[in-house]
């Protein structure tokens, strides 16, 4: 029985918590340094103190250290790998090939996306090398999947919501070579969130000021069944900058359709982690941040793939207007069910293709009062921020626990309180006590105690009364056994916890080791002599110093499967493909110009800066 993994994530302790509560089996978040999101580091007091908690139900914690490691930073990433091991986190998500080699304690190592894994050789060479998880590239097909899963033994982790790169993941460098924030060291400055002229070879603009390079949010909720029978066992969001109520929302959506998948088949598949989750809300993808929903390459390459109108979140369609609106007083024709609220944050695509937003100051049903002029054509309208679900989210809105069962006995003292939860922990909680007969039956009396489980992590799913007699217990007895039983039950918990520990290296086949090799082979992304040393390891020909420590000139600074052509209906793979002219280029508002070059035996764009 193969166990499926939701995984989450975490911008802080907090989120974590949370994602926890609302059911992920793991949460990924990044420790004090070296992560791929340099703005969401945390302590290791806090991931430790996740750790404990997220145990006690058998979820699992992983740190991001998926930035590329510079020489004098060997060491520094050294002390904070053992910090986080004696932390007891699961395992590390890393790109650096150097984790590969460094004298590192046990710790499980997992390859981050970052390390671009998309064939089945490089997969390989992972798994060889000890990685227990590999993050599949988010642009693989469910076909590509599948073969990947049938010629490998690794644990393979895909992408399922949340922001788009439209580079390769680790094979992007145009916030680099732009603004000296470098995507491979957690300081991505959103480049393809820009806006671009789109220019012929004459330099003349075809289509100005539009997002070009800016997906839309993925979203494979329809789509995990099939994902699981192409082989994926853990589940990703994306959202380490996400704040928290992204994370109550996006989890807890995932967690209902993958227990509704698992229960079907229930013989092939079962949770990685323990308790079920009660929520005081709807999950509903649409009012968390989003640029609009595509599954990516998952089923088909498609257009419209990209949001050239905005990088903003554009949220949920609402309704529309039935004429042109100019003031603050208006009427919507609303879709079905929709309600809105003083507080509500509308938007819509002007006629100049442009996201135009505004708040809402109060409504009487569909009667909206702006809190500013607008001017608004006849249009779909979209609200991007819904007051009423925020409020919400800022709640308590999820309850965890796992059952137990109780057993009531008698000892030579007193009473015993023998408890058993769904992870197979069982202990005994004692009490000394007079032993009497009771005057009327105390089996309710009894269950009625020992149900009081409010606060911790347990629901009381079986009581069986072992006694011998109708014994007259008080309920401070009944209550200090409770108690008792609960503290042993999380102490177990979290003592008997064992992390999963890294394997042993084993050899390559000179197709799996070839997969290091890029060209350019800056792209190989070595920033340290013991990455290098590997590549030696490997008779493997020398890499190029990393594009963040020596940039070439007129640079490849992305690679994508994504492709303009085809987002334009001008794939000339296509029947009714149609000829544009060319070559193409990108020009940002300041001028500075970047060719586009086609690969249409590779189905890939190549962005070059000139």
């Given at each position: 029985m193969r166990k499926i993994e939701l995984l989450a994530p975490a911008r802080n302790l907090t989120c974590g918590l949370e994602a926890v509560k609302h059911g992920a089996d793991a949460v990924y978040i990044g420790g004090p340094s070296f992560g791929a999101r340099s703005a969401a580091a945390n302590s290791i007091e806090d991931i430790a103190e996740l750790c404990r908690?997220?145990?006690?139900?058998?979820?699992?914690?992983?740190?991001?250290?998926?930035?590329?490691?510079?020489e004098d930073e060997l060491k520094e990433a050294v002390r904070v790998i053992n910090a986080l091991y004696a932390a007891k986190v699961d395992a590390l998500i890393v790109q650096d090939l150097a984790l590969l080699r460094l004298d590192l304690p046990p710790i499980a190592l997992h390859a981050s996306t970052q390390m671009d894994n998309r064939t089945a050789d490089k997969v390989k060479f992972l798994q060889n090398e000890g990685l227990t998880q590999v993050v599949l590239a988010r642009e693989l097909s469910l076909r590509e999947i599948r073969q990947i899963h049938d010629q490998t033994d690794v644990s393979l982790e895909a992408f399922v919501h949340g922001a788009l790169c439209v580079s390769y993941s680790g094979r992007c460098y145009a916030s680099q070579h732009c603004f000296g924030r470098s995507a491979n060291r957690g300081e991505c400055a959103q480049f393809c969130r820009m806006a671009f002229d789109l220019t012929d070879h004459n330099d003349r603009p075809l289509l100005k000021e539009r997002h070009w390079l800016s997906l839309k949010d993925m979203c494979r909720i329809d789509h995990l069944e099939a994902m699981l029978d192409a082989g994926v066992s853990s589940f990703k969001i994306e959202g380490r900058l996400k704040d928290v109520a992204y994370v109550k929302n996006v989890t807890a959506a995932y967690r209902q359709a993958l227990d509704a998948i698992i229960a079907r088949r229930s013989d092939e598949f079962c949770r990685s982690s323990f308790g079920s989750s009660a929520y005081t809300f709807t999950p509903q993808l649409t009012k968390s941040f989003n640029?609009?929903?595509t599954d990516y390459f998952l089923t088909a390459p498609t257009p419209d793939m990209a949001n050239h109108a905005t990088p903003k979140s554009i949220g949920e369609p609402i309704g529309q207007t039935t004429r042109a609106v100019k003031g603050r007083v208006f009427d919507l024709l609303?879709?079905?069910?929709?309600t809105l609220s003083a507080g509500d944050g509308l938007c819509f695509i002007d006629e100049k293709g442009r996201l135009q937003g505004f708040r809402l100051n109060r409504c009487e049903g569909s009667r909206c009062f702006a809190a500013?002029?607008?001017n608004i054509p006849r249009t779909l309208i979209y609200r991007n921020h819904d007051a009423a679900f925020e409020r919400l989210l800022a709640s308590p809105t999820a309850t965890r626990t796992m059952w137990l069962d109780f057993i009531l006995g008698e000892n030579e003292n007193g009473y015993s309180l023998t408890a058993k939860d769904e992870m197979g922990f069982e202990v005994t909680a004692s009490a000394d006590c007079l032993k009497e007969e009771a005057r009327s039956e105390q089996a309710e009396q009894c269950r009625k105690q020992l149900s009081k489980l409010g606060g911790t992590p347990?629901?009381?799913?079986?009581?069986d009364i072992n006694l011998l007699g109708n014994r007259f217990i008080p309920a401070s007895v009944l209550a200090g056994l409770r108690r008792q039983a609960i503290e042993l039950l999380l102490e177990q918990h979290i003592t008997a916890y064992h992390t999963e520990q890294r394997p042993s290296r084993r050899s390559h086949t000179a197709a799996e080791a070839r997969t290091l090799v890029c060209s350019p082979s800056?792209?190989?992304?070595?920033?340290?002599?013991?990455?290098?040393?590997?590549f030696e390891s490997l008779e493997l020909p020398r890499p190029a110093k990393a594009f963040e420590l020596s940039e070439p000139a007129k640079p490849l600074i992305m690679t994508c499967r994504y492709c303009l052509r085809r987002e334009l209906h001008c794939c000339l793979k296509t029947p009714q493909g149609r000829a544009v002219p060319g070559p193409l280029s990108l020009r940002l508002a300041d001028g500075r110009k970047f060719s586009l070059k086609f690969d249409c035996a590779q189905c890939?764009?190549?962005?070059?800066?000139?």
């Open positions: 908690q997220a145990h006690i139900y058998g979820a699992k914690v992983y740190v991001a250290l998926n930035t590329i490691i510079k640029r609009g929903f609303l879709h079905k069910d929709t500013s002029e607008v347990f629901t009381l799913r079986r009581l800056y792209q190989a992304n070595v920033a340290n002599s013991v990455a290098e040393r590997l890939q764009m190549q962005v070059y800066a000139e």
